[in-house]
């Protein structure tokens, strides 16, 4: 059985917004997808954005979101299996976003101080991805974890412009102005629910509302009390009603701001408004 999303007190849908990261493509959604994208859509949940890890997952990514107009397909190597890609990947990536204009982001991306290769290693891989991400004119989905100040260092000393999202962002309230600067978008997940996590939303009550974009990162960083690798994009609303909960502007206008805020990060290659692609909705 799947958890429910935590009940909510009148607050029905996530009111067209879009879920800017979140792993529909993995194992675990297999069995009941179509059931679940469908309650997606009946919620008001847009567009979900579904980042690419390895490249045996790229195809799947891209034939599901032509399957289903609500998914939008993003490609990347994530630094977890930086070192077990073949050879060719970067070419293999470079050709895909050549060929594919569907595809609105390079990512999930990034560095891993804790998990993965060596750094270098990692590092090697993401600047590659960073230069193919300025050449195809695509943002970034960066997967950064005790590695903020070096992503950003990259970032400046590659001279890359273009928008980019943090990704289940973490850090201090410095090192997102620092990035938010550099052009970043924050990403505000699950982490916020959890009652450990005083300083994450200090951070995000704190940042300018230009700045955040909302992600589940489904199946992982589950809210507070759904099992591990339970999460679906279903918490999106979950995550929308925590932050509205310590933000001081009203619900509509952070609703509104992260509609505006999340068709930036992705350059205005997603439609909010309607799915006018071709396929089913869900």
């Known amino acids: 059985m799947w958890p429910s999303t935590r009940p909510r007190n009148g607050e029905a849908s996530a009111q067209g917004l879009i879920d800017a990261h979140c ?106 991805q960073i230069r193919l991400a300025g050449r195809h004119d695509r943002p970034l989905l960066i997967h950064s974890v005790g590695t903020h100040d070096t992503v950003l260092a990259l970032l400046r000393r590659l001279g890359f412009t273009l928008p980019f999202l943090m990704h289940g962002f973490s850090g201090s309230r410095e090192q997102a102005d620092a990035l938010v600067r550099q052009g970043a978008f924050i990403g505000v997940s699950g982490i916020i629910t959890h009652p450990r996590a005083s300083r994450a939303r200090r951070v995000m009550a704190q940042l300018p509302l230009e700045s955040l974009v909302l992600e589940t990162d489904a199946p992982g960083l589950p809210p507070h009390g759904v099992p591990r690798d339970s999460n679906t994009p279903l918490n999106l609303s979950w995550v929308l009603d925590t932050l509205c909960s310590f933000r001081e502007e009203p619900r509509e206008e952070i609703v509104a701001a992260i509609r505006d805020n999340t068709r930036r990060l992705f350059m205005q290659r997603l439609d909010t408004e309607g799915l006018q692609k071709p396929g089913a909705p869900v």
């Open 23 to 128: 792993h529909i493509d993995f194992p675990q959604f297999d069995d009941r997808r179509e059931q679940l994208l469908a309650e997606c859509a009946a919620n008001g949940i847009r567009r979900i954005v579904v980042p690419g890890t390895v490249p045996d997952g790229w195809r799947k990514i891209l034939e599901l979101a032509r399957t289903y107009s609500i998914l939008a397909p993003a490609a990347g190597l994530h630094p977890w299996w930086a070192d077990g890609s073949r050879g060719d990947s970067l070419e293999q990536l470079d050709r895909l976003l050549t060929d594919n204009s569907d595809l609105v982001a390079v990512g999930e991306c990034g560095l891993d101080r804790k998990q993965g290769p060596a750094l270098t290693q990692q590092q090697s891989v993401f600047e590659a």
